[in-house]
């Protein structure tokens, strides 16, 4: 079963940032907070990850709380290409047998 | 780089007859994954393969899904006899098998099979 909980739907309007929040509470030490997207008509893609620290890429930022029981995805200037399904996920670091589990997402649509 | 290819794209058939879907993986990844993906909801995991071992199929329903993946690089899954709730996009995946970025999987486009 999916160990996160994400907003069902969001809004964005294009040039802003988007914020997507995700609960975690019952994260354990070991486990990675991982986000995917599904563009429509396409598999998932990965966006980012990480176990403590913020981290940044060239698609997103993510921030993880302190005490890591949350975290929030920032797409810093949405774009109509933006709209996607998005995922939370956590998973165990280590083991490459360890599964990724979806569960049904954020619905984020950027208006124009 | 190539990615996940995956066929056919679309597949419609009656319930009770059988279907194949064909996966390539990246070049080098050493696990490879199907899920099965229902409308409206997140993909289900159905089998994970590290090389051509089995890790995990306990969510395949085995008396109708099997699936392979022979010398260690393409799979195929099969359904038979398919069923209407079989009814879904079916998404291979694979992955490196370096720590540091594990549980960072790549999809293919995936197959959406009707079964009428």
């Known amino acids: 079963d999916a160990k996160t909980t994400q907003p069902p739907s969001m809004d964005c309007a294009e040039g802003r940032a988007a914020n997507l929040p995700c609960n975690h509470s019952?994260?354990?030490?070991?486990?990675?907070v991982y986000w995917y997207r599904q563009i429509h008509s396409q598999g998932p893609q990965y966006i980012i990850h990480?176990?403590?620290n913020n981290e940044t890429n060239e698609m997103a930022s993510l921030i993880i709380t302190e005490d890591r029981k949350s975290s929030t995805l920032i797409l810093p200037h949405a774009t109509l290409r933006d709209t996607a399904v998005y995922y939370c996920i956590v998973r165990p670091g280590g083991g490459a047998t360890n599964k990724l589990i979806f569960g049904t997402g954020t619905l984020l649509a950027v208006q124009p | 780089e190539a990615g996940v290819a995956q066929s056919p794209r679309y597949k419609i058939i009656e319930k009770r007859q059988s279907v194949a879907f064909w996966c390539n993986p990246i070049?080098?990844?050493?696990?490879l994954y199907w899920y099965q993906q229902i409308l409206g909801q997140g993909p289900k995991l159905l089998i994970q393969f590290q090389n051509n071992g089995v890790v995990d199929d306990s969510q395949l329903p085995k008396d109708r899904f099997s699936a392979e993946r022979l010398k260690g690089v393409d799979s195929t899954l099969k359904i038979q006899p398919a069923k209407l709730e079989d009814s879904a996009v079916y998404l291979c995946?694979?992955?490196?098998?370096?720590?540091?970025?594990?549980?960072?999987?790549?999809f293919g486009s995936g197959t959406q099979l009707s079964v009428l």
């Open positions: 990480g176990l403590k």
């Open positions: 070049s080098g990844h050493a696990t």
């Open positions: 019952t994260i354990s030490g070991n486990e990675y």
């Open positions: 995946a694979s992955s490196y098998s370096r720590h540091e970025i594990r549980g960072k999987l790549f």
